[in-house]
């Protein structure tokens, strides 16, 4: 019996070439199958999608080429490789840029790369937070537009370059009188920096994502762009229906409460923004240095 099973092995096993696994192999896998699902799903939630549905029918027709044997345009696709590869970084730029942001805003970078810098992120007070909602709602009964952008740990000097500098405190009262009808500052948004509005007037991107509802208008679709691009809490005060909705990591939360927003502003003001474990450690080494100084 054992012979027989040798017999059936070497007959049919002995020509298979089974390759030598080690677990750098299975972990280099891993990455690439990651990856390419999250290219996968970058690609099919903007507009990049239908580009590549071009791309993928022009591959069909050059398949078809190679099948049945069409020099000329084999020719003329084998040089217009290195033009494509150009062409589709111009063509992709926005898609590219957007991607490679919120890659380096994932969590797990501080995980791989723990010897990041510590950054000390500027927090708003309870009095700050209850001056938005307060003016947000007040703002909302009386159908005032207004784009207010929360700053969380990414710095929007970018953006805050855009409008007219500021530096006062957060009030209820201020806040109206920057979005009141007719004044100087009441077009675009403001930029909120820990407690104080750092920038008014200023301009924020526009979203492309085709999922959007068409009712949306400007307004609404610069705090979904803006909340894209940065990880800030963007608030928006309808003009038309006094409704306050809330953007945050590309969603939009339409006609919120006064409890959801705040809810959305402790989120904000709760995040943690330490690098990992080493960041925290070196964190405390430093306070002990300065009480053993003392």
Known sequence: MERRISQILDNYISGVYFPEIHITDIVEVLILAFLIYRVIIWIKNTKAWMLMKGILV???FILLATLFQMHTILYV??????VMAIVVVVVFQ???RRALEKLGEKKFLSSV???ESYREREKFSEETMEGIIDACFSMGRVKTGALIVVEHAIHLTEYESTGIRMDCIVSMQVLINIFEHNTPL???AIIIRGDRIVSATCYLPLSDNMGLSKDLGTRHRAAVGMSEVSDALVIAVSEETGAVSAACGGRLN?????????GYLQEVRNRKTETG?????WKGRLKN???ADE
């Open 58 to 60: 022009l591959a069909g």
């Open 77 to 82: 696709a084998k040089n217009a490789i290195s």
């Open 289 to 291: 240095e300065k009480k």
């Open 113 to 115: 790369v723990p010897f």
């Open 186 to 188: 009441h077009d675009g």
């Open 277 to 281: 474990k080493f960041a925290a450690f």
């Open 94 to 96: 926005p898609e590219l």
């Open 254 to 262: 339409r006609d919120i409460t006064r409890d959801e927003l705040r």
